[in-house]
Each structure stands twice: as structure tokens, then as C-alpha cells.
């Protein structure tokens, strides 16, 4: 039985599925998110004279997921702008896989060495 190669238009549309994906959820948690805090605070006075910046729970990660769990709009907005990040990262991913299945070492090889600059540089490189 004779395996199937697989072609950059299969490796194409695979990477496309996964960015047209990952911008859709994530348009949709910010959606979810905006409506969640516009309820809550919709009415709320702004306070221009200072700027406040973002609290701690919502600079990491996985403040960021815990934050997002207990249904807060705030924490669910910043677990889609989450989400929208790590796409491109995905689709990286997801090519260095493509490009092994196609048997394209070079390519192999130059992904995966920006799929780790991207890793590096999000972990604090």
C-alpha cells in the first residue's frame, strides 16, 4: 500500500483552516468577553486623570486563564487576545510538521528554528 505524499496545497490549506480558526475563536472570546464586562461596567464613570495599566492577573498566562475561569469580561477579553497571539505561533508549528510529512528538510530546519525564536523571544529571550 503506497502512502500519500502530501503537497504544498494540502500543507496551504492546512495553515490557512488554522489561521481563518484561530482569529474566528478568538474574535468570539473577545466578543464574549466585551459583552460580559459591558454588562458589568457598562455604566461606569471613567477615570481619565491617571492611567492604570493592566492588573498582575492579567499579564501571565496562566493569571490569565485563571482569570478568565472565574468569568471575569476583563480576564476573557485578554484569554482571546491570548488566543490571537498564539496563532501565527500554531501555524509555524504546524508548518514544520507539513514540511516534515513532505519530506522538505531545508524547510524543516528553517521553521523550526523560528518556531524556537518565537518561543524564546515570548518566554521573556
Given at each position: 500500500?503506497?502512502?500519500r505524499r502530501y503537497s504544498d496545497t494540502d500543507l496551504d490549506a492546512v495553515l490557512a483552516m488554522a489561521l481563518r480558526g484561530g482569529v474566528l475563536l478568538a474574535a468570539a472570546i473577545v466578543v464574549v468577553g466585551g459583552a460580559i464586562y459591558m454588562?458589568?461596567?457598562g455604566l461606569d464613570a471613567p477615570d481619565y486623570r491617571a492611567f492604570h495599566g493592566e492588573p498582575v492577573a492579567l499579564r501571565s498566562?496562566?493569571?490569565i486563564w485563571a482569570t478568565a475561569r472565574s468569568?471575569?469580561?476583563r480576564g476573557i477579553i485578554q484569554l482571546g487576545l491570548l488566543v490571537?497571539?498564539?496563532t501565527p505561533i500554531a501555524r509555524v508549528l504546524l508548518s514544520?510538521?507539513?514540511f516534515v510529512r513532505e519530506?522538505?528538510?531545508m524547510y524543516v530546519v528553517?521553521?523550526?528554528i523560528v518556531f524556537g525564536l518565537l518561543v524564546y523571544s515570548l518566554l521573556g529571550g
Amino acid at each position: 500500500m503506497e502512502r500519500r505524499r502530501y503537497s504544498d496545497t494540502d500543507l496551504d490549506a492546512v495553515l490557512a483552516m488554522a489561521l481563518r480558526g484561530g482569529v474566528l475563536l478568538a474574535a468570539a472570546i473577545v466578543v464574549v468577553g466585551g459583552a460580559i464586562y459591558m454588562i458589568r461596567h457598562g455604566l461606569d464613570a471613567p477615570d481619565y486623570r491617571a492611567f492604570h495599566g493592566e492588573p498582575v492577573a492579567l499579564r501571565s498566562p496562566g493569571s490569565i486563564w485563571a482569570t478568565a475561569r472565574s468569568f471575569t469580561g476583563r480576564g476573557i477579553i485578554q484569554l482571546g487576545l491570548l488566543v490571537l497571539i498564539s496563532t501565527p505561533i500554531a501555524r509555524v508549528l504546524l508548518s514544520v510538521i507539513g514540511f516534515v510529512r513532505e519530506r522538505d528538510w531545508m524547510y524543516v530546519v528553517v521553521t523550526a528554528i523560528v518556531f524556537g525564536l518565537l518561543v524564546y523571544s515570548l518566554l521573556g529571550g
